[in-house]
Structures are given as C-alpha cells and as structure tokens.
C-alpha cells in the first residue's frame, strides 16, 4: 500500500496482520488491537454502515453534503474501545460491534490471536462455542463472526519448541490445527435465528507466515481453498447474513439498509483511482 499521512494505517488486512505476527507479547492485547481498527474500517468502506454505529470507532466520518452521505478520513474520531454486550449468561467484552437505533447488536466480531501453545487450542474451542452461545441467547438475530489468526511457526525454526510449530517442515499444518479446523468448520454457516445458538455466522481461520512475502503474509495453502473458513470468505458471508436478517425481513425500516458510498467521498477520492481500489485495500469499497 502506498504510504500517505492522510490514509489509517490498517485500511488493509496486511498491515495488521504485520503487526500480529511480528509481535513478541500479547498480554496487553496490542498485538491484536490492529485487527480490531481493520474490520471496523472495512465494515464503513465495504460493509456500508455509518462510522458512528461502530465500536470501535473507525478514523472515518459520515457528512451529508447535497442531500447524500460522503465519507472523510479523521483520525480525530478514532478510538480502541470495546463494546460492552449483555449476554444470555453473562456480560461480554467484544472487539467489534455494529449496532442499529432502535434495534441494538446487529453485527459483533470476535478476533483471537494464538502465536504459540497450539496443542492448546482446544480451550479455544470450548470458549468459542460458549461466547456464541451466550450472545445468541440474547440476540438470537446477531450476526455473530469469529476471526482467529495463528502464526505460522515453522518445524526446525531456530526457538520454536516443538508445542510452538503450526508448520511441518513439509510445508503441512500440524494434526492439532488441522483439527481444531474441522472443529471451527461446525461451528460456521448459521443462518437463520432459530438456529443453534453455539454456531456462529461465519468463521475464518488464518495461519500468517512470519517467514515468506511481507510480514503479514497468509499462508496460501492451509485452510484449503475450498475450505469455509478461508479469511477472503468471512466479510462476504457476514454481510450475506445481515442482509438475509435484517434489511430483507424489515424493508420499511429503511436505516437498516447498507449505505453505498458516492464515488466523490473524499475518503475514496484519497484512494487514488477507482480501479486501484482492491488491489490497495484488498477488496472493494460499496460505491453507489
């Protein structure tokens, strides 16, 4: 991506990710924080929703210029919080939430970051299907997605003990990530809201690689390309779903409709040109 003062830093997966897989402590969560200001930004350009209906808050704003919605890059208005939801069981910290006037919760995302331990990931498991579980009990109708990232440590790495590797030296991922795959895959595809409450809406499994391409590059061959959970499927199946819940079964509540952009806004003028769009972003602003 070109460098610009004027562009957020994590407009793209990339960057963030560069983040994840380079850090060295993950206590404070900061490793992570950067995923969380991505998707908020992508939920604006590609999703289509207002920057004030998203924790947390994007470094965008939404202006009425002529009777239509344009959008304008303010760092300003950013922040990292999260948002605080009452669960069926308990409350809940979740890293991104979109929420509607009058409706509540319409879109939550959870974003985890394992870089070690991965014999481990069966708590991941257990803690994922009870945080759709307790959300779904309250708002059966939330889109609910879980996004996990690994680093991609390689067998034979200096350093890597061997509970550490998610690569085989043949390029394979290790038996306990394979699994916990086929574990996530149940987990993934609800959609309708009568539907088991402990599945979420989409999923996405991502190993990043700290060795090849840029810091930040997603190893291509594992999950598979057919697989459900690769990373590119996760936004197209959130946004799927939101339409399916929300904007199809209640059309007269004209607000749930997703925004599209005028191709004017000063935040996608800033882009450069339309046709360069997806390759510096990564996928396709929603443009009127």
Not at 46 to 56: A, H
């Amino acid at each position: 991506m070109p460098k610009s003062p004027s562009l957020p830093q994590y407009l793209a997966l990339t960057p963030a990710l560069k983040v994840f897989v380079e850090s060295m402590q993950w206590q404070s969560q900061q490793h992570i924080k950067p995923l969380h200001q991505h998707f908020a930004i992508r939920l604006v350009l590609e999703g289509g929703f207002l920057p004030e209906e998203i924790t947390p808050h994007p470094p965008l704003r939404a202006e009425s210029r002529k009777g239509e919605l344009t959008l304008v890059f303010d760092p300003s208005v950013q922040n990292q919080n999260e948002e605080t939801l009452l669960g069926g069981l308990k409350t809940k910290n979740v890293d991104v939430v979109v929420q509607k006037r009058g409706i509540g919760p319409v879109i939550a995302i959870s974003v985890k970051g394992t870089l070690n331990a991965f014999r481990n990931l069966t708590n991941r498991m257990e803690e994922a299907v009870g945080d759709a579980t307790n959300l779904h009990l309250m708002y059966p109708g939330l889109v609910y997605g879980f996004f996990h990232v690994l680093k991609a440590n390689r067998a034979g790495t200096a350093g890597i003990a061997l509970n550490d590797v998610a690569v085989t030296k043949d390029g394979t991922a290790v038996g306990s990530i394979t699994r916990y795959h086929t574990v996530l895959l149940a987990l993934t595809g609800r959609l309708l809201v009568r539907d088991e409450f402990s599945r979420y809406e989409s999923v996405a499994l991502a190993l990043i690689d700290p060795i090849a391409g840029p810091h930040g590059h997603i190893f291509p061959t594992f999950p598979t390309q057919n697989s459900r959970l690769r990373p590119e499927n996760f936004f197209p199946s959130l946004l799927e779903r939101y339409d399916l819940r929300f904007p199809y079964v209640a059309a007269s509540i004209r607000h749930l409709n997703r925004v599209t952009w005028p191709a004017t806004s000063p935040a996608l003028v800033a882009l450069g040109p339309p046709d360069q769009w997806e390759r510096i972003l990564g996928y396709q602003p929603r443009v009127s």
